[in-house]
């Protein structure tokens, strides 16, 4: 009986990891196959359809032991965490696939929600620049870095019965509304300030570091929302929450600790929210260091996009990189459809 030709899709690592050091010659033994062909689904699109192309010539796809993680890992994804400045839109302008891309994971079955660590802006207001750009979603269905400070603050001064305040901020209206809404007296008074919390703050003055610094001085709890130093903007990368952080430190001799992401606070709300675990979950982000890396440290399975701050070498550069790089979010749906049909 002729051996059966088979295309097998696989990732150097799931090769290392799985079955050891091999080549071909090793998987033809094993298998008892004719020609094995070695193809990732991080590979680029152009290499995949060159393949995938051929699969009417091959009677099998080896599946079970021989999936790669990236490929098993989206056919086990039910809830999707998809980053906004850089990976939804970037300034005003917004990327493309976001009205597909949500569709998809909808008509499968799988959740999804918007997290950000801008920290400006208040869920509704997420959901109003998302409905200009023709993508509908309730509040729900996005959490900010400002919200998820919110939430975790009253979440730790509830564990230890402490005053909710007072809180003196610098930042914007949403992480002020937001600290309001779940119960917080507001400060301008550094003497007298519990919690000193930081942010993006397109007004900032003098005045407000300085009343920041003594608080943090005197004794105040140094929360900052997020770490990022910049954020992606029309007109390139501008100062983010993450610089005012690096000056508070520098002035008060104290360092922050932050929520946003890459810290697990914020991921274990979202998941929280999504009754999802870490298995389930696919974080989509388009900078490393806070999308990607903190999402990894907790067993999140992760996509890098091309659309944002990170480049593909920044991200085949990372240890360890995320679970595969796609150009956009349409090129990440493409490898869900595959994902699905395999």
């Not at 094995?36 to 680029?44: A, G, K, L, R, Y």
């Not at 200009?132 to 919110?150: F, I, K, Y």
């Not at 709890?221 to 005012?244: H, M, Q, V």
Request: with cysteine; net charge positive; proline share 6%.
């Amino acid at each position: 009986m002729p051996k059966l030709r088979i295309l097998l899709v696989i990732s150097a690592e799931c090769r290392q990891h799985t079955f050891g050091p091999v080549n071909a010659s090793s998987f033809n033994r094993r298998f008892d196959c004719s020609s094995v062909v070695f193809v990732s689904i991080m590979d680029s699109m152009a290499t995949r359809k060159k393949y995938v192309g051929k699969l009417c010539q091959y009677r099998w796809v080896i599946k079970g032991q021989a999936m790669t993680r990236d490929l098993a890992g989206l056919r086990a994804v039910r809830a999707v965490l998809f980053d906004m400045d850089g990976v939804i839109y970037v300034g005003n302008r917004p990327l493309p696939g976001v009205r597909e891309a949500i569709d998809y994971l909808t008509l499968t079955g799988r959740r999804f929600l918007f997290v950000t660590n801008n920290p400006s802006t208040t869920s509704e207001q997420f959901v109003e620049r998302l409905a200009e750009m023709d993508v509908a979603v309730r509040p729900e269905q996005v959490l900010g870095s400002a919200e998820a400070t919110a939430i975790w603050l009253a979440e730790k001064v509830a564990d230890h019965s402490r005053p909710r305040g007072p809180v003196i901020v610098t930042g914007q209206d949403a992480l002020k509304g937001v600290l309001k809404k779940h119960g917080f007296e507001l400060t301008t008074d550094p003497s007298v300030a519990l919690y000193a919390v930081a942010s993006i703050n397109f007004k900032l003055t003098y005045d407000e570091l300085a009343s920041m610094t003594l608080a943090i001085r005197g004794g105040a709890k140094f929360i900052g929302t997020n770490p990022d130093p910049n954020y992606p903007s029309e007109r390139g990368p501008l100062p983010g929450t993450g610089s005012i952080l690096a000056l508070l430190a520098a002035a008060s001799g104290r360092q922050p600790l932050v929520i946003g992401k890459p810290n697990r606070g914020m991921y274990e709300l979202a998941m929280a929210r999504l009754n999802m675990t870490a298995g389930q979950t696919l974080m989509v982000g388009d900078r490393y260091e806070t999308d990607i890396s903190g999402a990894i440290q907790l067993g999140l399975w992760t996509a890098g996009v091309l659309t944002g701050i990170s480049t593909r070498g920044d991200f085949e550069l990372a240890s360890p990189p995320p679970d595969l790089i796609a150009d956009n979010l349409p090129d990440l749906i493409s490898r869900f459809r595959w994902a699905d049909q395999h």
